[in-house]
């Protein structure tokens, strides 16, 4: 058997379900909508200041890590704007 045979899609949706439905729903529409206003709540009162869009931004991109966007306020607090830093210094920088 060549591997592309092996490798090919099954002839039909249901195919491997064992005797189940297929799920046909778009996956984000059977999650419940977002609370922005008391997300963004949350991430001011987490940092102990107002917060702009961008920070924002980053604090929705990790809800599964809550404590990263709170280490980065803590970093800029004692470093100031880091975002504005190449990539190789703020890696690999030296703490003195």
């Known amino acids: 058997m060549r591997l592309v ?7 039909s949706r249901n195919e491997g379900l064992e005797g189940r439905d297929a799920d046909t729903a778009r996956p984000g529409s059977l999650l419940p909508d977002a609370d922005l206003a ?3 709540e949350e991430a001011e009162k987490s940092c102990g200041r107002a917060i702009d869009e961008t920070e924002f ?3 929705l991109m990790y809800p599964m890590y809550p404590k990263i966007f709170t280490e980065f306020v803590a970093l800029q607090r004692k470093y100031g704007p880091v975002s504005v ?6 890696l690999w920088h030296e703490d003195r």
């Open 57 to 59: 931004s980053a604090y």
């Open 85 to 90: 830093l190449p990539t190789p210094v703020f």
């Open 38 to 40: 008391a997300h963004r």
């Open 5 to 11: 045979a092996a490798l090919q899609a099954p002839a």
